[in-house]
């Protein structure tokens, strides 16, 4: 009798398992990536204009939305060397604040003359310097063109207020102001 609790015991447990699995597969989204406006405007699917404005868009984002750190060894310890340039920022008592460089960025799909989000920009971490990641750092992958992304690596990017310390993503420490450098 012992035997079959065990059988049927570990038979739930895998059956749960796969289905908590399934569960955590987030649905896709069509987006576009691109490292620069002229990747965008070589792809014969997009409109030269869109690809300038959702450029643009993203650009105007990038200061507000990358993260921030207080030096730059520690942003360029998440970021590496010579991808990390100064932010149009200064801390509360007057210093520098640092973040990587806008290393390309996503727009909504195209597919059908519809923009089903806004465009953002993009940035490659250290650790995976091959793979684009949001201001936010959900992963949109390698590959550039017309792509499907996790719905979540869609959402708005939020502003960054804080700078971070080293070690990435996620951390914080010491605010900042707004004074233009």
């Given amino acids: ?10 038979s739930l447990m895998v059956s749960v398992s796969l289905i ?13 990536v691109f ?8 792809d014969p699917m997009m409109r ?8 643009k868009e ?9 993260p921030k750190y207080a030096t730059k060894a520690d942003c360029q310890a998440d970021f590496g060397d010579e991808k990390c340039e100064t932010a149009p920022y200064q801390t509360s008592s007057g210093g520098s604040v640092f973040m990587p460089m806008m290393m390309g960025y996503m727009m909504g799909s195209m597919l059908g003359g519809r923009s089903s989000m806004m ?3 993009l940035y490659r971490s250290s650790k995976n310097p091959s793979a684009f990641r949001t201001a936010d750092n959900r992963n ?17 990017p939020s502003f960054k207020k804080s700078t971070m310390s080293r070690g990435g993503f996620g951390s914080s420490g010491g605010r900042f102001g707004s004074a233009a450098t």
């Fill in 58 to 66: 993203a650009r105007g984002q990038h200061a507000s939305v990358a």
């Fill in 1 to 10: 009798m012992t035997k079959s609790r065990s059988s049927i015991a570990i």
């Fill in 119 to 121: 465009s953002q920009p």
């Fill in 48 to 55: 030269s204009g869109q690809c300038e404005a959702s450029f």
């Fill in 20 to 32: 908590a699995l399934t569960a955590c597969d987030e649905p896709k989204v069509d987006a576009s």
């Fill in 35 to 42: 490292k620069d406006v002229e990747q965008c405007k070589n």
């Fill in 140 to 156: 949109v992958g390698s590959t550039t063109g017309r792509t499907s992304v996790a719905k979540s690596a869609t959402s708005r």
